[in-house]
């Protein structure tokens, strides 16, 4: 899932490329998404990367290279593999994935509390705000014990070294605070949610990964909002 903006950069690239075979420069990205700075493209250049939409080439000047079109986005495909789309898992960065892990426990129906699955959240850059009800898991009721839960399913591999890969569900309480250190979904902006650790220092908020190939994004209080805490996990395999 693509914000309007990151769908309509990364068509905006791709049009290019196929008209002259040279990538659109920052001013030339941002004029056509009508933004006020590059910063805000650069931010969309990143999320587009990192999932696994684009890649910079090192070393050369407005080097972008499209990977994959979205299939949802583009009805042409018949659903089928983009040209453009590497044989990889979408937002993965090399780390291997999940080392084989035990069964869940298993529960009986009276045993269980329902909660939604409100879409998928990134372990990598911030995708677009969760707002859907998609389906119910059943899960131990003391995992959910006092107030408001949903569930997430992941996408991505900033979080790895904290034991959440791409694929996993997160189990998250609803809550508009967290401690330092929390593993929290955080909104930044009022349109965007990601899933990781939050620090706090002074009046600066760092929502930091768990993951070595992926930078410490800084904001000041205003933009960042906590929409739950993390609480359990359950991984298919």
């Known amino acids: 899932m693509l914000t309007r903006k990151q769908h309509e950069l990364l068509m905006f690239i791709h049009e290019r490329m196929k008209e002259s075979g040279i990538p659109p420069s920052f001013d030339e990205m941002k004029d056509a998404l009508d933004l006020k700075s590059k910063s805000g493209i650069h931010r969309l250049i990143t999320a587009l990367e990192e999932r696994g939409f684009i890649r910079r080439l090192p070393n050369r000047a407005r080097a972008l ?40 426990p298993q529960f009986s129906n009276a045993s269980t509390v329902s909660i939604p699955v409100m879409g998928r ?73 990601t899933l990781k650790r939050l620090r706090k220092k002074g009046n600066s908020v760092a929502l930091e990964a768990a993951n070595p190939a992926y930078e410490t994004r800084i904001f000041g209080p205003d933009r960042v909002k906590v929409q739950g805490r993390l609480v359990g996990l359950f991984r298919k395999y």
């Open 65 to 104: 290279e499209v990977m994959r079109l979205p299939d949802s986005m583009n009805p042409s495909l018949g659903g089928k593999r983009s040209k453009f789309e590497p044989s990889v898992i979408e937002g993965d960065r090399g780390k291997p994935k999940a080392p084989p892990a035990p069964p869940p």
């Open 121 to 193: 959240i990134a372990a990598g850059v911030p995708i677009e705000a969760i707002q859907t009800h998609s389906h119910s898991i059943s899960v131990p009721p003391e995992m959910v014990s006092g107030g408001e839960h949903y569930a997430l399913e992941v996408r991505g591999d900033s979080m790895v070294d904290a034991g959440i890969f791409d694929g996993d569900t997160v189990v998250v309480k609803k809550q508009e605070t967290a401690g330092n250190g929390d593993i929290v979904v955080a909104l930044v902006d009022d349109e965007e949610a």
